[in-house]
């Protein structure tokens, strides 16, 4: 059970990340300062950076934590099961979630913080930086070494593509109910394609079970 000091530091946690993300919001990113976001907190700077050490980490944080996911799920998958179907199920069970790192969730709070992520140039540039930690942590999952480091480029930037057009295609007006056979369908033709170059290509047990 979680005491109360970390309850405590929790509730901090998500009241200054709500409050930047708002300001940033309304404002803009660059027109908002740390100092700001400490005001619209009520808590003090030094307070702050306890809690998040780069103007950056109050927004990205929420990517981050996603950090080492497809690592996670190549580990966690059952005894019967390649890491490429995995990774596979992992991904169209989140787009059923709606979960908003396959890009398929149309609440407005949702694409309004993407929009922010993917307008802001340092912020952007900040997530590519992530893919590279994605990566690595996925290839010492799928093995180690070169091989696995090329197949796990290879299934991260399929992830990430497939998210980026679930996105474009939400902020150009359509529901996430309306796209999510053709998302689920997209979805399975990347992992198609996966499983037959990675199958084809790499040893060991990628894409057979």
Known sequence: MTGLRERKKQRTHDTISAAAISLFLERGYDAVSVADVAEAAEVSKPTLFKY??????LVLHRIADHQGEAARVVRARRPDESP?????????DGLDRRDPVTGLNDDARVLAYHRLVFSTPSLAARVASYTEAEETALAEALGGGLTALVAAGQIVAVQRILARDNWRRLIAGRSAAEIHREAAEAAGDAFDLLERGLGHHYPGDLAEG
């Open 52 to 57: 998040f050490a780069t103007k950056e980490d």
């Open 84 to 92: 490429l179907a995995a990774l596979r199920r992992h991904f169209l």
